[in-house]
């Protein structure tokens, strides 16, 4: 069965520094996706990242992106540029075709003015 | 405007009462999730539809019922069997491929 886990139960940033959360996943699959979703304090739920795993580039969003390095299974997310409202819980998450989202634990981010 | 809505945002029950939450889409998704989370926690899914009138266990069905009439709504009811139905639980949705889920704004349920 796949699993998803996230090492880092908690991290704290600076505002305007970068950060790396972690995000390593198991499977046997070639063909699959990753998320990172962002749960700030009002618990809804949003989407922050995708990346597909036929991809060699590494997906990036504005100050977000993705160190994807696919056989090591790892999938880290860094964000730049650190700001107040990205204080969340953050999750990985996998998915391949025809099956559940596995998410891992998740990992609590403070973000220090 | 396209998305989930799930209600209420609070509800409070005493116990041994069935309640049941609302989930709605109109983003014409065929899946739809039922998760539950507690404080601090991750996800856990409890049920799961990929289509219409179909509708699959999670790792924690256990008191738990759905139903799938309609494409857009699967509503959770929370049974008097569910011993902690104390949560937040969260609703999504997503195509049956490889795409990310789209979730509902949770609602807080407080059973006393």
């Known amino acids: 069965a796949q699993t998803v886990t996230q090492s880092q139960p908690e991290m704290s940033v600076q505002e305007a520094e970068t950060v790396t959360l972690s995000c390593t996943y198991d499977t046997s699959e070639s063909d699959y996706y990753l998320f990172w979703y962002k749960q700030p304090p009002s618990r809804q739920m949003i989407l922050v990242i995708r990346q597909e795993a036929y991809k060699q580039q590494n997906a990036t969003e504005n100050r977000f992106s993705v160190n994807f390095q696919k056989a090591a299974k790892s999938f880290s997310l860094k964000i730049s540029d650190s700001q107040l409202g990205d204080a969340a819980m953050y999750f990985c998450a996998y998915r391949t075709y025809g099956q559940n989202f596995v998410f891992g634990p998740g990992t609590r981010l403070s973000v220090l003015p | 405007d396209g998305g989930i809505t799930q209600s209420p945002k609070y509800l409070f029950r005493k116990e041994g009462q069935n309640v049941t939450l609302s989930c709605e889409q109109n983003?014409?998704?065929?899946?739809m999730y039922w998760y539950r989370q507690d404080p601090g926690q991750g996800l856990r899914l409890i049920y799961y539809?990929?289509?219409?009138?179909?509708?699959q266990k999670g790792d924690i069905a256990e008191g738990y019922s759905v139903s799938r009439e309609k494409k857009e709504s699967f509503p959770l009811t929370v049974t008097s069997a569910q011993k902690n139905p104390t949560a937040f639980y969260l609703c999504?949705?997503?195509?049956?491929?490889?795409?990310?889920?789209?979730f509902g704004p949770g609602t807080r349920l407080t059973v006393t």
């Open positions: 999504a949705s997503s195509t049956n491929g490889a795409n990310e889920q789209y």
């Open positions: 539809s990929q289509i219409v009138n179909d509708f």
């Open positions: 983003l014409n998704h065929d899946a």
